[in-house]
């Protein structure tokens, strides 16, 4: 009898093996068996700039470096972020393809993602510029934009000859992200150039071609002759090199679409988070704490000066200083005291603001900058 207990106990096992031995979020995870499902809200394949496409170069990037097949690499695009029944439609679908690792790049998809991630737990959810996350399977990633935001402020600043520099924002002081990257930019303009002021025109959508395009025309025809972004489309640059005026652009290299106009374009280098993400599930080492990167994690920067750009030696000195001290740590853009355009006092001097009230409470605008 007690030789029938084990040989039945040993059949029960290889037929029901244990649910300890499943694998979850937090496990090791061998490379061959990751399934990589992404999210994008336009189609980056037949893009070459803005956006979604900056977001697929760094998921290309993670896939080289780690040596991933193609085959484990899935993708829907065209998710509309305004849908959430067409988000976790779209989760769903890459679940069933065999997705055990979500990326979803657009700040719309986090409602979405926070109901999936709960009702599958053995799945990784990664939302782009999120707040959310849970303690098992969901987290957030963004980057401290608003350094490179600062440091483009200064070449706008020197650069201009009007003093009326405009930018095209998705949204107006309603959003965190987007006004923060612009009360950091005003303050790399004054750095160099206290006399210049910054003009805000919202298209009220992170997505609208259209609407940048006349957002930047608006801008331009009161007299702005630099052209910033926070936008997805290179739209606002393309209206700047037809007016012939120069321009800022924004999360890829811009000058491919506009040479004539691109001053320099901030970036964002998304495969620094998406190989750490994927890695630290290969390996198991794998939390939902948010990630928050900066200039030194190489997550966000600048393209090197268009041939175009007339900076006096000094103000480059000032803008390679100014990048080496923020990214050594020594100084950070909002570690002082700020005064917004409604008079307000700001911070404190020698102390930066706190990171989440940099990522979800500035809802103001620097004292030189107005919204048309």
Same mark, same amino acid.
């Given at each position: ?255 491919? &679409? ?61 803008? &390679? ?41 500035? &809802? ?9």
């Amino acid at each position: 009898m007690k030789y029938c207990v084990i040989v039945l106990t040993v059949i029960v096992a290889l037929i029901f093996p244990s649910c300890e031995k499943e694998w979850k979020p937090g496990m090791p995870l061998a490379k061959e068996n990751v399934m990589v499902g992404v999210l994008h809200i336009t189609d980056p394949f037949i893009e070459n700039s803005g956006y979604a496409y900056a977001h697929q170069t760094g998921i290309a990037e993670m896939q080289l470096r780690l040596g991933l097949e193609d085959s484990q690499m899935l993708y829907r695009n065209h998710v509309d972020y305004s849908d959430p029944q067409a988000v976790e439609n779209a989760i769903r679908e890459l679940i069933a393809r065999g997705a055990n690792i979500i990326i979803a790049t657009s700040w719309g998809y986090m409602d979405a993602v926070e109901k999936m991630a709960e009702e599958y737990p053995s799945v990784v959810f990664a939302h782009a510029s999120g707040y959310r996350n849970n303690d098992s399977n969901f987290t957030n990633y963004f980057g401290r934009i608003y350094q490179a935001r600062y440091l483009s402020g200064i070449i706008a600043g020197a650069q201009t000859q009007t003093n009326r520099i405009g930018y095209v924002a998705a949204w107006g002081t309603g959003n965190s992200e987007v006004t923060g990257g612009i009360n950091a930019f005003a303050l790399g303009v004054e750095k160099v150039n206290p006399q210049a002021r910054v003009y805000v025109k919202v298209t009220h959508s992170w997505f609208d071609p259209m609407g940048e395009a006349m957002a930047a025309r608006d801008l331009i025809d009161t007299g702005c002759d630099v052209i910033a972004q926070h936008v997805d489309t290179a739209n606002p640059q393309l209206e700047a090199e037809r007016a012939n005026v120069w321009g800022i652009g924004y999360n890829t290299d811009m000058s491919i &679409d506009a040479p004539a106009a691109v001053l320099t374009s901030v970036l964002w280098h998304w495969g620094a988070y998406y190989t750490y993400l994927v890695h630290s599930v290969i390996d198991g080492s794998f939390t939902t704490t948010p990630w928050y990167g900066s200039l030194a994690d190489g997550i966000v920067g600048l393209t090197p000066l268009s041939e175009i750009v007339a900076l006096e030696p000094e103000t480059v000195r000032i803008l &390679d200083e100014e990048r080496q001290r923020i990214e050594s740590g020594a100084f950070d853009v909002f570690e002082r005291i700020m005064e917004t355009n409604e008079g307000r006092l700001i911070g404190s001097e020698g102390e930066s603001l706190p990171d989440r009230e940099i990522q979800f409470g500035i &809802d103001w605008y620097y004292r030189t900058v107005e919204e048309l």
